[in-house]
């Protein structure tokens, strides 16, 4: 059954082609810096003019065109035993986690502390049990690990600790390979990694227009071996591009053009997504804000923008600027779920993010599940099926009659209502009920509770040695 989706626009047709426009006359005529030769014989090789000294790339609107027709509006990321398969596309919508903070919220404990390599797999544990995240990127960072290897034991942890699709990052070249190569044991093969891979490349870029090598080499390497593509641009509105909200849409597309041109170039069939990250600073104290009504907006008109080149799109959103579990993280956490969704944004990932994407808490993580199961409600729409037993009813039941005891009611209500797990819906009972409320009681005894059910995945024999002699090799 189909639905009819809500949807909400802030860019016109004229609107979206004017944003078009400018992203490739900035491609043509101002370039970008690319820090990698590689990646500059390519798209020289393609036709673009190429100042090799100066580093700079110019593309052409044939170039673009060209790649634009290889573009797959639907892309499919992978789970492991039986764990379901997302189609990214169309107009489904999936929440997940992003990284990659560096401080943890303890409640237990009383406050902020670095994050560990035990908090990854806490987590990590987490996620695997809570429903949503569909997709787990490793959301806090292992700060007692060396920097070269932190990417690598993050996704160790991934491969250990849960079966949902992994999203990753990787810090070069040598550290793409050597995730691929304990994918392909963990699949028990390349070939069979190639059928279903169950994890993707997240690739950040720096704005304004500036390609560095190691984002160039990611990928390159993973073009070749076909491993999905989650590409993302952030430009910061006031800061690392025009305060004005439609040039920093117009840079983020220029530069996810030029990215994703790379990819198809060196593999057409390479599945791609185009995210965003494009953002405003605060200029009240010079912090990047992601719970500003003008971070949900730039999703909203990013989406846009990807969905008119065919692509899957994606993007932060479920964030909060807040430094504590109160109504300021619930209210931003919704806002900027909701305007991506309603936009028709495939993949928004940040649940768990707090303090502007500093830190992580396991119990943020929960109340953000909360907000995403509600925002996936509002999202499916009303179901208006003429062949339901409802209308029926009515004339059953009649006028001053109760609905509340029929068969149909017991039958769809799970179906058609949102069923809320922490958040509060009671009456006054006495004096003291809204102090009763507790929802961050509940949360803390809701989070507990998920940890306990944790069953451990199914592994390889000496998956774990294995991983590790891959990492340290």
Known sequence: ME??????KLLDDEEIKYIDRISRDILKEIGFICEDDEAMSIFAKAGARVLIKDKKVFLTNHIIDQVIETFNPMVELYGRNGRETLHVGGDNLYFGTTGFATNYLDLE??????STSKDVVDIMKLC???DPPDYILPSVGATDVEPEYVDLYEFKAGMLYTSKHIQTQANDRKNVKKIIKMAEFMAGSSEELRKAPFFSF???????????SDSMQLIIESAQNNIPLFIESGPMAGATSPVTLAETVAIANAELLSSMILAKLVNPTVPTIYASWARAINMQNGYVSVGCPEFGML???TTQMGKYYGLPTGGGGNLTDSLSLDPQLGAEQCSTSML???AGINMIQGMGLIAGMNAVSAEALVIASEIANYVKRVHRGIDVNKDFKG????KNIGPSG????????LENFKKELWMRSIFDCSAVKNENSQLESGVLSKTVMKTKKLMKRYVPITLPEDAETVLDNIIRS
Request: charged content about 20%; overall charge positive.
């Open 3 to 8: 639905f009819v989706r809500p949807k909400i």
């Open 109 to 114: 404990n009383g406050g902020y502390r670095p």
């Open 128 to 130: 695997d049990v809570l």
């Open 202 to 212: 997240l690739v950040t870029l720096t704005s304004p227009l500036h390609q560095r």
């Open 299 to 301: 999703r909203v008109a």
């Open 340 to 342: 991506p969704a309603m």
């Open 391 to 394: 209308v029926e009813l009515i």
């Open 402 to 409: 109760d609905f509340l005891t029929s068969e149909h009611t």
